[in-house]
């Protein structure tokens, strides 16, 4: 039996009176590929928020990869990667540029930054664009820079936020481990 990388517990979230979140538990084992569906407004992208610390818990308990994320929220964040739906990348950066400052925000040691950016670039075949600036990538280069960057610190969970928005009527979250 494997270890849960993800464990959620009598998870609620409001929005004033509006319950955005009511009473949602579930476990994710570790090596398991997780997705959440489900139509508009069911909840889904405020789970993934308070999964990713970009909102707070309200009521509930979290574990992700053995740190509590009410208690530690820091530990949880240096876990995960996160690949949101919108574009995030800074149009005026390259390719290099934008994993380097990545990896430079997590923290990542110089020598084994500069070998990881390497290695991102050549999985998310961008070889060839390494040193273009982000506003002359094309919609999938840039989508795929962006799981690149997702993947740069190997995170023990990544997230993906809505990765089959605009393929079908159900959009979806997926979490990969």
Do not use: C
Not at 43 to 59: C, D, E, F, H
Not at 79 to 101: A, C, K, P, Y
Not at 139 to 168: A, H, Q
Request: proline residues 3%.
């Amino acid at each position: 039996m494997s270890e849960n990388i993800i464990e959620v517990n009598g998870l609620n979230y409001s929005y004033g009176s509006f319950k955005a979140v009511d009473n949602v538990s579930f476990f994710v084992r570790k090596g398991e590929i997780f997705s959440f569906l489900g139509p508009n407004g069911a909840g889904k992208s405020t789970v993934i928020n308070i999964l990713t610390t970009l909102l707070p818990v309200q009521k509930g308990k979290i574990t992700i990869a053995g740190h509590d994320l009410a208690t530690n929220p820091q530990e949880v964040r240096k876990s995960i990667g996160i690949v949101f739906q919108d574009e995030t990348l800074d149009r005026d950066l390259t390719v290099w540029e934008t994993l380097e400052l990545h990896g430079r925000i997590y923290s990542m040691p110089k020598k084994e930054r500069m070998l990881r950016i390497d290695e991102i670039i050549h999985l998310v075949e961008l070889e060839e664009k390494r040193d273009v600036r982000t506003r002359f990538l094309s919609g999938g280069m840039k989508r795929r820079l962006e799981i690149g960057r997702g993947l740069l610190t190997r995170p023990k969970v990544l997230f993906l936020d809505e990765p089959t928005s605009g393929l079908s009527s159900t959009d979806s979250e997926m979490v990969m481990l």
